[in-house]
């Protein structure tokens, strides 16, 4: 069955540094990939989106592009803020069925 | 996308006592989803919801404990029934975009306690 694989976690960084948290995944056709970000005591927010590979999806400075090859979809932020900080989910859909990572926790310090 | 609003967004129960959690969407959606979120851990669906026929549960999920309606295609109910506090947990209500079915945005979640 599909799956999904995040970087175990958490990740402290300060603030300014380079943000990668990686994310694998195991599926059978052609899934349309996610992350979602979840602030402290709120639900989740879709961050970004790609359908297709090669596909770079992006929002709020964060990046993640598709690669088929690698079966990758890493999310990157050039520079990281203090209200970065929040739990970030990858996730895939087949169909309409979400699978979701294990969830990554960032914290930023100032 | 899709707005979704739920309630109540938390509550503290007693063991054996049931608790119905409402989700409501701005637009008309197709489908709408049930997960459960433990302490520190990632999503679990629950069930899928589609208006005018029964929920389709997940393995490990059944009716009697976790009933749900979907009366039209903008609103749905789950239940937790007969609660212990295994099932202290934030459970989330998502509905798929209009525009995009594979695509699914989520409540702010209702965090439950179980004493």
């Known amino acids: 069955g599909d799956s999904v694989t995040q970087m175990e976690g958490p990740v402290t960084l300060s603030e300014e540094a380079f943000l990668t948290i990686n994310c694998t995944y195991t599926?059978?056709?052609?899934?349309?990939l996610f992350w979602y970000v979840q602030y402290p005591g709120e639900g989740l927010q879709l961050l970004l989106k790609?359908?297709?590979?090669?596909d770079k999806g992006s929002n709020k400075g964060f990046e993640a592009t598709y690669r088929k090859e690698t079966t990758s979809f890493h999310l990157e932020k050039g520079s990281v803020q203090v209200s970065d900080s929040a739990v970030y989910f990858c996730a895939l859909s087949g169909g309409s069925r979400l699978t979701f990572g294990e969830g990554t926790q960032l914290t930023v310090n100032p | 996308s899709a707005v979704i609003s739920q309630k109540p967004s938390r509550d503290i129960c007693q063991r054996g006592t049931s608790l119905t959690i409402q989700c409501q969407v701005d637009?008309?959606?197709?489908?709408m989803f049930w997960y459960r979120q433990q302490p520190g851990q990632s999503l679990t669906l629950i069930a899928t919801?589609?208006?005018?026929?029964?929920?389709?549960?997940e393995s490990g999920f059944v009716i009697d404990k976790f009933p749900i309606s979907r009366p039209n295609l903008t609103f749905s109910t789950l239940t937790v029934s007969n609660m212990s506090p295994e099932d202290s947990s934030i459970y989330l209500c998502?509905?798929?975009?209009?525009?995009?079915?594979?695509?699914?945005?989520f409540g702010p979640g209702t965090r439950l306690t179980v004493l």
């Open positions: 790609a359908t297709k590979a090669d």
């Open positions: 998502s509905a798929d975009g209009t525009a995009s079915t594979d695509t699914q945005y």
């Open positions: 637009s008309q959606v197709t489908m």
């Open positions: 599926a059978t056709g052609y899934p349309s």
């Open positions: 919801a589609n208006q005018g026929s029964e929920a389709t549960y």
